[in-house]
């Protein structure tokens, strides 16, 4: 029914809610057609729900509802994401948008859904969150190898350009700032990623206690100590020596009965990802990053022109790289690309200004 009271820019804005329901619940709807099992039964939950928001504004319009309203432009572009792609980082722009919902603060949309969109937000901020750990182990080697690429060659041509020297010797400078920072990035990135794997492989249970048992002395059970060492009770830990040692077996208490020792099949540390994975990412990324602010001086140009060529490129590359961290923390594009750009211009104007006080002390 409509509502007699309403006003031209309530039923505007009804309008407008009604189309960004329709289009949410197609993004969720998109997006579990790529996915199987719980992930794919919650969004199709949610897709139900933004189907009940929708119902309120249609009965709110009344003969209204037949005149539609485009949805917004972002709830248009998650939907072409969702479409074609179905990442995380919809789930990531969708987090964003479920927490800007202005039902909280319009009185015509009910309690019940306002509440709806606050529990949606934290729905998609877990299905997110599981895409997010997949991709972090990698991911963070390449984004932070492309920004030092990027920051750290960008400063290294800027202060070689300040002291006066030719431009071929900073084009020079520039292609052994990359070389040199992208193998010692992918190294350590290695040599980090490994030692972490091992300090956490080196923690977790081994099957010594099957070799042993039979042997320990039953006056002074010292398997009783391995396992409070894990963690468990004295009550738990001295039923399961019992039963390692094969004195009893007991199903009175299938919490406490015996659990076979098997090693790990699957990677129990997904988000730290590979030693080689993150050493090459970090290899390529820095690689591709240092490329950027010796591009204008490969193509033959030198002096101020080459000089600011690189900054206006390294800043777009900053802005972007920013922009994704945003989107996959679920925090804004807009602050995250601005952080990276005014960190990335000011460490590299920093050297600038120490290249031209080396330069004129040379001089």
């Known amino acids: 029914m409509n509502t007699p009271q309403a006003s031209p820019a309530d039923i505007r804005r009804w309008q407008q809610y009604l189309a960004d329901e329709r289009a949410e619940a197609s ?43 485009h949805a917004s ?25 479920e927490g800007r919902s202005p039902y909280a603060t319009d009185p015509h949309a009910t309690p019940a859904m306002a509440a709806d969109e606050q529990i949606h937000e934290e729905v998609v901020r877990g299905l997110a969150t599981r895409g997010r750990a997949r991709l972090s182990g990698t991911f963070r080697a390449a984004v932070f190898g492309a920004n030092d690429g990027l920051v750290s060659n960008l400063s290294l041509v800027m202060g070689m350009a300040a002291t006066g020297v030719d431009s071929q010797v900073v084009l020079f400078s520039g292609v052994a700032g990359l070389l040199a920072g992208a193998l010692s990035m992918g190294a350590g990135e290695y040599v980090s990623v490994r030692s972490q794997r091992e300090l956490l492989e080196a923690s977790r249970p081994t099957q010594i206690t099957l070799d042993a048992a039979p042997r320990l002395d039953l006056e002074h059970n010292e398997l009783v100590l391995v396992y409070l060492a894990r963690g468990m009770s004295r009550e738990a830990a001295e039923h399961r020596a019992a039963e390692r040692m094969g004195r009893f077996s007991c199903d009175c208490d299938p919490s406490l009965s015996l659990q076979p020792e098997a090693p790990e099949t699957t990677n129990e540390h997904e988000e730290i990802g590979t030693a080689w994975g993150a050493a090459s990412s970090s290899f390529c990324f820095f690689a591709s990053g240092a490329l950027i602010p010796i591009l204008p001086f490969l193509f033959g140009m030198s002096g101020f022109g080459a000089l600011a060529l690189a900054v206006v490129l390294v800043g777009l590359v900053l802005l972007g790289t920013g922009a994704v961290v945003g989107l996959l923390s679920g925090t804004s594009p807009l602050s995250r690309a601005l952080r990276q750009l005014l960190i990335g211009l000011g460490a590299a104007g920093a050297t600038y200004l120490l290249g031209l006080l080396f330069g004129a002390t040379v001089g």
């Open 27 to 69: 993004v969720y709807r998109d997006l579990a057609a790529r996915r199987e099992g719980e992930e794919k039964a919650i969004l199709l939950a949610l897709a139900e729900a933004e189907g009940r928001h929708e119902a309120h504004w249609l009965a709110l319009l009344g003969d209204q509802a037949d005149k539609p309203r």
């Open 73 to 97: 432009l972002n709830s248009r572009f998650l939907g072409f994401l969702a479409r074609n792609f179905g990442s995380v980082f919809v789930l990531a722009l969708a987090q964003r948008a």
